[in-house]
């Protein structure tokens, strides 16, 4: 069982930037896709971003060409990016690890291809 802390979230203008890290533990993290959900008040969690083992990338159409997912194997974590910030990109982002052992990117589209969860982190975007 993988555990994941994230940190990083807060306050933005919109327009602004933040840099969210999920710090994973518990198992090998260079062989697991991870990826960034996130989910607004009274809507569905809904993914973001996702990178696989190889550092393939996948963003959702909301965030493509502002959000940038990364990895740093050394350090076992990832990164979520988050430029020119939106009042509708607020939402608590969880961290999340994929289940399948190198996994390529197209099989980490869905939170069902993730089995292990960080606790969230809040973002607000002011206007």
């Known amino acids: 069982q993988v555990q994941l802390v994230e940190s990083g979230g807060g306050l933005v203008q919109a327009g602004g930037s933040l840099r969210l890290s999920c710090a994973a533990s518990g198992r090998t993290f260079s062989r697991y896709a991870m990826g960034w959900f996130r989910q607004a008040p009274g809507k569905e969690r809904e993914f973001v971003a996702a990178i696989s083992w190889t550092g393939d990338t996948y963003y959702a159409d909301s965030v493509k060409g502002r959000f940038t997912i990364s990895r740093d194997n050394a350090k076992n974590t990832e990164y979520l990016q988050m430029n020119s910030l939106k009042p509708e990109d607020t939402a608590v982002y969880y961290c999340?690890?994929?289940?399948?052992?190198?996994?390529?990117?197209?099989?980490?589209?869905?939170?069902?291809?993730?089995?292990?969860w960080g606790q969230g982190t809040q973002v607000t975007v002011s206007s």
């Open positions: 999340a690890a994929g289940h399948r052992y190198e996994a390529p990117i197209a099989a980490v589209r869905d939170q069902h291809d993730f089995g292990s």
